[in-house]
């Protein structure tokens, strides 16, 4: 089977930096993708890693350590908006089959 | 670019009636579409794979005689709730893929589904 563990909520202050965790178990991994939602909204793409290591996409960087089975979104100088909940997914079952992980509630306070 | 929408963005129906959901790709050629469920402050649940002229695969778990999928075009999937039940209220969720960038899914903005 596949689980992506992630921590259920994180509370960090406005202009701060954030990093949220995740942990997998999943046979057939190709990579690790996250996704942003808000609520009552689509969840929209942020980042992917196919290899070990750090990705960087302006205010948001992923991490990758596939001997681990371990990924974490760092989001660096936090705004307001960024409250959502964020999950992490991992890609296999021929490349395109997604499974979400528990998903992490963000909160942002001033 | 790499819009999808759905259509209805939310249905109220009767126990025991059909409610069909529309998942189109506006502006590119999805090979692939996926359908999701969300319940209130839970994870996606994958519920079934689509392809394009294809049955859909489901995820195990998912009834297909109650969940119907249909990928007629490279733009269109449509997900039938058959003889609904309270149960099933939940955000029903669409992504599509484009062919060759499979890890990057574009999200339909999902359908409130309400059954009483």
């Known amino acids: 089977g596949q689980s992506l563990e992630q921590p259920s909520e994180v509370t960090a202050v406005e202009g701060a930096i954030v990093q949220i965790n995740c942990t997998y178990q999943t046979s057939g991994f190709y990579g690790l993708s996250w996704y942003q939602q808000h609520d009552g909204g689509a969840p929209t793409f942020l980042s992917y890693?196919?290899?070990?290591g750090l990705e960087e996409t302006g205010r948001f960087s992923s991490f990758l350590s596939r001997s681990d089975s371990y990924g974490y979104l760092l989001l660096q100088e936090l705004q307001m908006k960024d409250s959502a909940s964020y999950f992490c997914a991992s890609n296999s079952g021929g490349y395109q089959k997604v499974t979400f992980g528990t998903g992490t509630k963000l909160q942002v306070i001033p | 670019g790499a819009v999808v929408s759905q259509h209805p963005s939310w249905v109220i129906c009767k126990s025991g009636t059909s409610v069909k959901i529309e998942c189109r790709s506006l502006d590119f050629q999805a090979t692939t579409m996926f359908w999701y469920r969300q319940f209130p402050k839970q994870s996606l649940m994958l519920m079934a794979t689509s392809n394009e002229g294809s049955k859909a695969t489901y995820e195990q778990g998912v009834e297909k005689d109650k969940f119907l999928i249909n990928h007629a075009s490279l733009t269109l999937s449509t997900l039938t709730v058959t003889s609904a039940h309270p149960e099933d209220s939940s955000f029903y969720i669409c992504?599509?893929?484009?062919?060759?960038?499979?890890?990057?899914?574009?999200f339909g903005p999902g359908t409130r589904l309400t059954v009483t």
């Open positions: 992504s599509a893929v484009f062919q060759g960038t499979s890890y990057e899914q574009y």
């Open positions: 890693n196919a290899l070990d």
